[in-house]
Antibody, heavy 123, light 106 residues
Framework: QVQLVESGGGVVQPGRSLTLSCAAS????????MHWVRQAPGKGLEWVAV????????YYGDSVKGRFTISRDYSKNTLLLQMTRLRREDTAVYFC????????????????WGQGTLVTVSS | EIVMTQSPATLSASPGERVTLSCRAS??????LAWYQQKPGQAPTLLIY???KTAIGVPARFSGSGSGTEFTLTISSLQSEDFAIYYC?????????FGQGTRLEI
């Protein structure tokens, strides 16, 4: 079955950097786009970023553009999120998630989610 | 960015009732919409995709409809396990975006 396991969360000071990882298994990693979605404490879902199945296309939410970088390591079936210049408002649970459709170039639903990793930006 | 607006913010209902949740897009998104359910402390789960297609394993009491800018999620007969927060999401254009959620409570 599909498993997405996030790691790398923790407490970090404003202005610093942090990298999140997501270990993927149970599906063909090379054929599905992958997302990061976050949820601030007590708030709703916010879409953060996506990387296409082939790694050629990346899109970001406006609040993280220029500060966050999404990437994927096919040799390790791992999704990454490099977060720089962190702000207090980046405090959230970060979910890794996968596209519901294989080889999709235009966007589709998310059909599986990890359990999330908490990032707290605080001095 | 496309703004997704859900209504109501909170809906109170009883088991056995039929309820309808609404989602409006700030511009046309065709049928490129999904609905998710989230329970406290858990990740969201997919209910509906392509506006009206039910995801695998989702009970038949859940249905979705709409296209363009107006969408609805209907639960035909509420069960106790359906009390949760529901989100719509557009995947018509980048960046993708979620509605603010509808809390369904007893």
């Amino acid at each position: 079955q599909v498993q997405l396991v996030e790691s790398g969360g923790g407490v970090v000071q404003p202005g610093r950097s942090l990298t999140l990882s997501c270990a993927a298994s149970g599906f063909t990693f090379t054929t599905h786009g992958m997302h990061w979605v976050r949820q601030a404490p007590g708030k709703g879902l916010e879409w953060v970023a996506v990387i296409s199945y082939d790694g050629n296309n990346k899109y970001y939410g406006d609040s993280v553009k220029g500060r966050f970088t999404i990437s994927r390591d096919y040799s390790k079936n791992t999704l990454l999120l490099q977060m720089t210049r962190l702000r207090r408002e980046d405090t959230a649970v970060y979910f890794c998630a996968k596209d519901g459709q294989p080889r999709n170039d235009y966007g589709c639903e998310i059909d599986h989610w990890g359990q999330g990793t908490l990032v707290t930006v605080s001095s | 960015e496309i703004v997704m607006t859900q209504s109501p913010a909170t809906l109170s209902a009883s088991p056995g009732e039929r309820v309808t949740l609404s989602c409006r897009a700030s511009q046309s998104i065709s049928s490129n919409l999904a609905w998710y359910q989230q329970k406290p402390g858990q990740a969201p789960t997919l209910l509906i995709y392509a506006a009206g297609k039910t995801a695998i394993g989702v009970p038949a009491r859940f249905s979705g409809s709409g296209s363009g800018t107006e969408f609805t999620l209907t639960i035909s007969s509420l069960q106790s396990e359906d009390f949760a927060i529901y989100y719509c999401q557009q995947f018509n254009s980048w960046p993708q975006s979620f509605g603010q959620g509808t809390r369904l409570e007893i």
